[in-house]
């Protein structure tokens, strides 16, 4: 039977290999046309973006109702307008969520 470990220790160096593969593939001396690093720039924001509006709107296939999932989100965009720092907006928005689930929202 295959274990969690296994199955993450597994997507761990598939995800590893595969960018390796692009620093292989798109590095050196080579230089990138200006559209293709634009979209680049834009994979990370479009992933994050994603994943967040799935755990936002999505529990287990159906829709979310409202609660401290979206009142945390509330608090890390705020901070992530006042701070513009990747760091304190996670940390705001996770310190929110605990906060909220421990009161008991």
């Given at each position: 039977?295959?274990?969690?470990?296994?199955?993450?220790?597994?997507?761990?160096?598939?995800?590893?290999?595969i960018r390796l593969s692009g620093v292989?593939?798109?590095g050196g001396d080579r230089e990138l046309p200006p559209r293709v690093r634009?979209?680049?720039s834009l994979v990370a924001p479009a992933a994050m973006g994603a994943?967040?509006?799935?755990?936002?709107?999505?529990?287990?296939g159906d829709w979310r109702a409202f609660g401290p999932w979206h009142l945390a989100a509330l608090v890390a965009v705020g901070v992530a307008l006042w701070k513009r720092s990747m760091g304190w907006t996670l940390s705001a928005g996770a310190v929110a969520f605990a906060a909220l689930l421990l009161a008991g929202a």
């Open positions: 039977m295959i274990t969690a470990f296994v199955v993450f220790t597994v997507a761990a160096i598939g995800t590893y290999l292989f593939l798109l634009t979209a680049l994943i967040i509006a799935n755990s936002l709107l999505l529990d287990e």
